[in-house]
């Protein structure tokens, strides 16, 4: 199962593909030639497709907990002042997504949409101490009876294009498709100081299905 924001490239991979693999049949008569861009096409296919694979997760949706949005690996968990909607301290954990993990971006809670807003800028590495507020990205807040999250999608230096499909005052079911990073990126969630998180510093996380905190 593929993500619809991959269609259109893998279509054209395709296409490539098959073009490239039949042009070289018919004018290359050496036959090792044709086995090696055979062989190197299909790698570059089999990359295309993996990068935008959709595999289905079981959310077990709880109020009372916040799922991981992304796959990937917890790179910092720290308290942080967070100064474009919450404008106090917040507990941030951040998920880096290398580009073989499945960049589908998930609902962390089950709530309403209160703010999203996209922000045009840099591609400085997804590690970077700055990339929060300097490189591309997108800031969404959901809302319910238990707890209020802000989780941004942050472009990396491979990462060119942020999708999101969160709007404001919708409902929205945890584990549920909230958009798509194209290329290795991070997410950083923001959880009110005194949660209690249940993860741990290079833990790796499935987008939908780890718990990374309760409330």
């Known amino acids: 199962m593929f993500h619809k924001e991959g269609y259109k490239i893998i279509s054209v991979a395709i296409v490539l593909f098959l073009g490239i693999n039949a042009a070289a049949y018919v004018s290359i008569q ?12 299909l790698i ?13 997760r079981r959310t077990d949706v709880n109020d009372n907990t916040v799922v991981a949005p992304v796959d990937g690996k917890v790179v910092v968990i720290e308290e942080v002042f967070e100064k474009e909607y919450f404008k106090e301290n917040r507990l941030q954990v951040s998920i880096f997504m290398s580009p073989i993990n499945v960049h589908v ?6 709530g309403q ?3 999203s807003k ?6 400085l590495v997804a590690w970077h101490p700055k990339a929060s507020e300097e490189n591309e990205r997108t800031t969404v807040v959901v809302k319910n009876n238990f707890v209020e999250v802000l989780y941004r999608q942050i472009a990396g230096a491979l990462a060119k294009r942020i999708v999101n499909y969160a709007e ?17 990126s991070r997410v950083d969630v923001y959880l009110p100081i005194g949660t209690e998180v249940n993860v741990t510093l290079n833990q790796k996380v499935r987008g939908g299905e780890s718990i990374i905190a309760n409330v």
């Open 30 to 41: 050496i036959d090792e030639w044709i086995i090696a861009i055979f062989s190197i096409t």
């Open 44 to 56: 570059f296919l089999i990359l295309i497709l993996q990068f935008f694979r959709n595999p289905k």
């Open 105 to 110: 971006t998930r609902h962390p809670i089950n």
């Open 113 to 115: 949409v209160k703010f």
């Open 118 to 123: 996209y922000h045009p800028g840099k591609y």
């Open 168 to 184: 404001e005052g919708e409902k929205v079911i945890q584990g549920s498709d909230s958009g798509f990073i194209k290329f290795g």
